[in-house]
């Protein structure tokens, strides 16, 4: 680039140029307006904030109808949050399955689950099985594909090897990617063990190919249905595993309950209080019912930014890659892109400099989350399993992800490209900027 180029782009904001996004520029999000004040306000005067016993409330069932429709399941359980609504499937499965075959769970104490992902779901793993087992659980983390989904080849290996010691499998979508979930559905039927979807982030999303025995839905972020809790929904097409989420979350067991799900009698079971508040149920309709639109220009944005990553006239060579759609867009989700080692032999630029020249402009970006090997709270659960975690190492080194609330806005194509537009144009001044900015994880 010559220098009367460089001199008719903008000063990067790092170097003490105007950042892309001037002060009030920063979406919000989630939505709100009038709408969600009058949802609080009738729900508050009318006074039932909790309905349990003869039936689920208002707001309650007109979430678990609508998250069960519109992500092709044909049962909802409204949970607390996405942590519950994995322990929630997980158990109704292992209770199905240990009342057909009780000798089935001897000898088996893991579950395969993502390396990156929140640590919060493989809480949830241990909530939703260790009571009814009364013994440890082994958690076995899977390295991370390239879209930092779970990666079914290494799931297979592993399986391959110790099948027979395995209750479950529990993928996990990830930064708009579904990933491999058909090949865990096969995975599942080869060995005969238990699969959870934890979908926690794909509110919104259709996905059209094979779908988990369960799966687990929530906000993301400031999305989450505050402030009187965060919200979830735990799915199934099975109408026993639904009775059995049901009468998990201590609500709609009594023959007179209006329910979507076909009655049958029910112990009451003593998991512990799952019940899902009707402001938190209420605020999660509408914040779904929002992202339909969000979804449709999330999914123009990512594919027009896409278009703009492999534009030969911006880069001259791809410097930053994002997995290919495989679902309608899920608004809920971030933008992730992971640097391509022609990043540092192009441009001279790492990762680092990526995010702290995106920070400066206005536009937060961070690497994502910690992948559990290296998270201090729960690296001991990888240790002993001699694993690789190369993908998601890499993932976590490479990684620029920017948060979904600028995903969603119109404006998000002309500001990334603007960005993009400094970096090559003062690409000689921008290397080690990385290093003068702390990480934001």
Same mark, same amino acid.
């Given at each position: 680039?010559?220098? $009367?180029?460089?001199?008719?782009?903008?000063?990067?904001?790092?170097?003490?140029?105007?950042?892309?996004?001037?002060?009030?520029?920063?979406?919000?999000?989630?939505?709100?307006?009038?709408?969600?004040?009058?949802?609080?306000?009738?729900?508050?005067?009318?006074?039932?904030?909790?309905?349990?016993?003869?039936?689920?409330?208002?707001?309650?069932?007109?979430?678990?109808?609508?998250?069960?429709?519109?992500?092709?399941?044909?049962?909802? +359980?409204?949970?607390?949050?996405?942590?519950?609504?994995?322990?929630?499937?997980?158990?109704?499965?292992?209770?199905?399955?240990?009342?057909?075959?009780?000798?089935? +769970?001897?000898?088996?104490?893991? +579950?395969?689950?993502?390396?990156?992902?929140?640590?919060?779901?493989?809480?949830?793993?241990?909530?939703?099985?260790?009571?009814?087992?009364? #013994?440890?659980? +082994?958690?076995?983390?899977?390295?991370?594909?390239?879209?930092?989904?779970?990666?079914?080849?290494?799931?297979?290996?592993?399986?391959?090897?110790?099948?027979? #010691?395995?209750?479950?499998?529990?993928?996990?979508?990830?930064?708009?990617?579904?990933?491999?979930?058909?090949?865990?559905?096969?995975?599942?039927?080869?060995?005969?063990?238990?699969?959870?979807?934890?979908?926690?982030?794909?509110?919104?999303?259709?996905?059209?190919?094979?779908?988990?025995?369960?799966?687990?839905?929530?906000?993301?972020?400031?999305?989450?249905?505050?402030?009187?809790?965060?919200?979830?929904?735990?799915?199934?097409?099975?109408?026993?595993?639904?009775?059995?989420?049901?009468?998990?979350?201590?609500?709609?067991?009594?023959?007179?309950?209006?329910?979507?799900?076909?009655?049958?009698?029910?112990?009451?079971?003593?998991?512990?209080?799952?019940?899902?508040?009707?402001?938190?149920?209420?605020?999660?309709?509408?914040?779904?019912?929002?992202?339909?639109?969000?979804?449709?220009?999330?999914?123009?944005?990512?594919?027009?930014?896409?278009?703009?990553?492999?534009?030969?006239?911006?880069?001259?060579?791809?410097?930053?890659?994002?997995?290919?759609?495989?679902?309608?867009?899920?608004?809920?989700?971030?933008?992730?892109?992971?640097?391509?080692?022609?990043? $540092? $032999?192009?441009?001279?630029?790492?990762?680092?400099?990526? #995010?702290?020249?995106?920070?400066?402009?206005?536009? $937060?970006?961070?690497?994502?989350?910690?992948?559990?090997?290296?998270?201090?709270?729960?690296?001991?659960?990888?240790?002993?399993?001699?694993?690789?975690?190369?993908?998601?190492?890499?993932?976590?080194?490479?990684?620029?992800?920017?948060?979904?609330?600028?995903?969603?806005?119109?404006?998000?194509?002309?500001?990334?490209?603007?960005?993009?537009?400094?970096?090559?144009?003062?690409?000689?001044?921008?290397?080690?900027?990385?290093?003068?900015?702390?990480?934001?994880?």
């Amino acid at each position: 680039m010559s220098c $009367e180029d460089v001199s008719r782009t903008a000063l990067p904001a790092i170097l003490g140029g105007q950042p892309v996004l001037a002060a009030g520029d920063e979406p919000t999000f989630p939505p709100r307006g009038d709408l969600e004040v009058g949802l609080l306000t009738e729900i508050t005067r009318g006074g039932q904030w909790f309905a349990f016993g003869r039936g689920a409330g208002e707001w309650r069932l007109t979430l678990e109808q609508l998250v069960a429709d519109s992500t092709g399941y044909a049962y909802g +359980v409204g949970v607390p949050n996405g942590t519950l609504g994995i322990a929630v499937g997980l158990r109704a499965q292992l209770r199905a399955r240990q009342a057909v075959d009780p000798q089935w +769970v001897v000898g088996r104490e893991r +579950v395969l689950v993502a390396d990156t992902t929140h640590a919060s779901a493989h809480y949830g793993v241990l909530a939703g099985l260790a009571p009814d087992l009364e #013994r440890r659980i +082994v958690l076995v983390p899977i390295d991370a594909s390239r879209d930092a989904t779970p990666s079914s080849a290494a799931a297979e290996q592993y399986m391959d090897q110790h099948a027979d #010691r395995v209750l479950a499998l529990v993928p996990v979508t990830m930064y708009g990617a579904f990933g491999e979930i058909d090949r865990f559905v096969a995975l599942a039927r080869k060995y005969d063990v238990m699969l959870h979807h934890d979908n926690a982030l794909g509110g919104g999303a259709r996905y059209e190919r094979s779908r988990a025995t369960t799966a687990s839905v929530s906000g993301q972020g400031e999305g989450k249905a505050t402030p009187a809790g965060e919200a979830g929904v735990a799915l199934t097409s099975d109408p026993e595993l639904a009775r059995i989420m049901r009468a998990d979350t201590h609500t709609g067991i009594g023959p007179s309950r209006l329910d979507a799900i076909p009655f049958e009698e029910m112990p009451r079971l003593t998991a512990g209080n799952l019940r899902l508040g009707e402001h938190a149920a209420g605020l999660m309709v509408l914040q779904w019912l929002r992202a339909y639109q969000a979804r449709v220009q999330a999914r123009e944005n990512r594919r027009r930014v896409q278009q703009l990553l492999a534009e030969p006239g911006l880069f001259g060579v791809p410097i930053l890659w994002n997995a290919p759609m495989d679902a309608e867009f899920p608004p809920f989700f971030m933008f992730q892109m992971v640097a391509t080692e022609e990043l $540092e $032999e192009e441009l001279g630029l790492s990762p680092a400099d990526m #995010r702290a020249i995106f920070c400066a402009e206005g536009m $937060e970006a961070e690497r994502g989350f910690t992948p559990t090997h290296r998270d201090p709270a729960w690296r001991h659960v990888a240790e002993g399993h001699e694993l690789s975690y190369e993908g998601s190492a890499h993932l976590f080194k490479k990684s620029v992800i920017v948060g979904g609330k600028y995903l969603r806005d119109p404006r998000f194509v002309d500001w990334i490209t603007a960005i993009f537009e400094k970096v090559v144009a003062y690409k000689d001044r921008l290397r080690g900027v990385g290093d003068t900015m702390p990480e934001m994880t």
